[in-house]
């Protein structure tokens, strides 16, 4: 099955490794086969972003989904320093890790995102 995605005029998503940017002035219509990961602009975040422990955790994880970088060693490192600053955050860390354990980087994404709240546009 396909994903069907709109892009708003300069939005763009990220295919993989790849940015889809819609240079038009209008809304684009895509239509996406295949199963590489798609990740709306959003949802991203760039590594100069990354300025709290939860959001490294959430770029560390992005960048496994995405295929850019599948070393997770630094992944763990941050995930102690992310619990060492906020302890309370061991309930998502445990799901994200869960959904890691299983290669669902996108369910961790989604359970990280929970701790970095919606990014401001």
């Known amino acids: 099955m396909a994903l069907r995605i709109r892009l708003e005029p300069q939005e763009w998503l990220m295919v993989g490794t790849s940015r889809v940017l819609n240079i038009w002035n ?6 996406i086969h ?10 991203t975040l760039s590594e100069d972003d ?3 422990s ?15 970088n599948s070393n997770l060693d630094a992944y763990f490192d941050l995930v102690d320093a992310l619990l060492k600053e906020n302890p309370e955050s061991s309930d998502i860390v445990q799901i994200a890790n869960d959904h890691i354990s299983k290669g669902s980087f996108y369910g961790a994404l989604l359970e990280y995102r929970k701790l970095i709240g919606p990014k401001s546009r």
């Open 50 to 52: 990354a300025d709290s």
């Open 26 to 31: 209008e809304t684009a219509k895509l239509k």
């Open 54 to 68: 939860a959001k490294r955790v959430y770029y560390a994880v992005q960048t496994a989904y995405l295929g850019i």
């Open 34 to 43: 295949g199963a590489g990961p798609v990740l709306r602009q959003e949802h």
